[in-house]
Each structure stands twice: as structure tokens, then as C-alpha cells.
């Protein structure tokens, strides 16, 4: 079944602990992104990436690193976290960056 | 500033009847255009698509009309169906740029039996 994957779903942790969310894709798609949700703002994006070790800042960068070491996998990486990355992660993979996207099913992240 | 705007935040239809989600754009050379349907606890999922090259696409229930010339789109559902509800996000591609995808805020329909 093609998917999207994301690990861990739920995920609550104190500010300035390094945590890493993982993503990985069976569809062989070159491109994949990493957007956040929070309410009334809708999805922005943190960061794509448009090959194995190619990635660029997003929308929302500040405070998150990727990395895209295998063309299945894309972690995200927040070094220190802060309260205000408190949201819903989605991660996407597409195989063209203007064409349909698949997400998968979200992490939520709370940092208290 | 907003480059996709949904101005509606929520929608409430009765079951049966036509549901209309709206969708403006400020950039005038975005050509490609998307609607995304997410159920809560899911990720967003694909729904329906068109390019500026067309002002009408249609797939079963659901229609999607673009009005360039007013920067305008709308998804339109007939018949809205319970399971219809969700929240829609419209979203906006240049394809000729290395600009990404732009999503609009969401709106939530609430379809009533």
C-alpha cells in the first residue's frame, strides 16, 4: 500500500530537548516537505526537500533542521524545542513539487 | 500576506444539498490549483485538482470552477453527505517558478443529517 509514514504520532516533551520525528515514503517520490498545522493559520511549510541530499527552508523554518540521507526518509530534527513548536506536524511526499501531495498522519508535539 | 485565502472558516449544509467552499488568490501567475480534504486524526488527502487552462473540472459529487480573471475558485459538493464533513484546504501552485505549494487557512464544513 503506498504511504506516508510518520513516527511517533503523539509526543509531549520539555523545552530544550532534542527530538527527531521521523517520515518515510514507499512511493519513490523525489520531492518531500514537512508542514506544520496550527489553528487558524492552516498548513505552512518548515522544509522540502527535492532529492537525496537536497533540502530548502520553507515558510517556517526557524528552529527545525532536516536532513535526506536516503531518498525513502526525511526526519525532522528540533534541536532545542521551545513552547511554540507546540503544533501538528504533517510530513508530504509528492513526485513533482507542483503536483498532489500525500501526507501521512501527523504527529501531534507539545513542548510544555 | 495571504497569497490563498479561504475567508469562511466554517460551513454548515444539510444533507442533500449543495455545498460551496471558496477560495481566492492574489498571484496572478499561479496555475494550478488543488482542494485537500482532512478528516481530524488524518493527514490531509487529495481531492480534486485543475489548471488554469480550464474553468470547470468535475469528478463524481464533486466540481471545481476557476474564474481567473476574478482570482477565484470554488469546490462545489452535490449531494453534501455527513461524510462529506471535514475541513477543505484549497491550494496554489506556479508551476513554472521554484515556488512551492500554498495552502489557504481551511474551512470546516459541517454537513447535517
Known amino acids: 500500500e503506498a504511504q506516508v509514514t510518520q513516527n511517533p504520532r503523539y509526543l509531549i516533551t520539555v523545552t530544550g530537548k532534542k527530538l527527531t520525528v521521523t517520515c518515510s515514503q514507499n512511493m519513490n517520490h523525489e520531492y518531500m516537505s514537512w508542514y506544520r498545522q496550527d489553528p487558524g493559520l492552516g498548513l505552512r511549510q518548515i522544509y522540502y526537500?527535492?532529492?537525496?541530499?537536497?533540502?530548502d527552508k520553507g515558510d517556517v523554518p526557524e528552529g527545525y533542521k532536516v536532513s535526506r540521507k536516503e531518498k525513502r526518509n526525511f526526519p525532522l530534527i528540533l534541536e532545542s524545542p521551545s513552547p511554540n513548536q507546540t503544533s501538528l506536524y504533517f510530513c508530504a511526499s509528492t513526485p513533482n513539487r507542483h503536483g498532489e501531495q500525500y501526507f501521512g498522519p501527523g504527529t501531534r508535539l507539545t513542548v510544555t | 500576506d495571504q497569497q490563498v485565502k479561504q475567508n469562511s472558516p466554517s460551513l454548515s449544509v444539510q444533507e442533500g444539498r449543495i455545498s460551496i467552499l471558496n477560495c481566492d488568490y492574489t498571484?496572478?501567475?499561479?496555475?494550478?490549483f488543488l482542494w485537500y480534504k482532512k478528516y481530524p486524526a488524518e493527514g490531509p488527502t487529495f481531492l480534486i485538482s485543475?489548471?488554469?487552462?480550464?474553468d470547470k473540472n468535475e469528478d463524481g459529487r464533486f466540481t471545481v470552477f476557476l474564474n481567473k480573471s476574478a482570482k477565484h475558485l470554488s469546490l462545489h459538493i452535490v449531494p453534501s453527505q455527513p461524510g462529506d464533513s471535514a475541513v477543505y484546504f484549497c491550494?496554489?501552485?506556479?508551476?513554472?517558478?521554484?515556488?512551492?505549494?500554498?495552502f489557504g487557512k481551511g474551512t470546516k464544513l459541517s454537513v447535517k443529517p
Open positions: 498571484n496572478s501567475m499561479f496555475d494550478y
Open positions: 485543475i489548471s488554469s487552462i480550464k
Open positions: 526537500s527535492m532529492n537525496v541530499e537536497v533540502t
Open positions: 491550494a496554489a501552485s506556479d508551476r513554472g517558478s521554484q515556488g512551492n505549494l500554498i
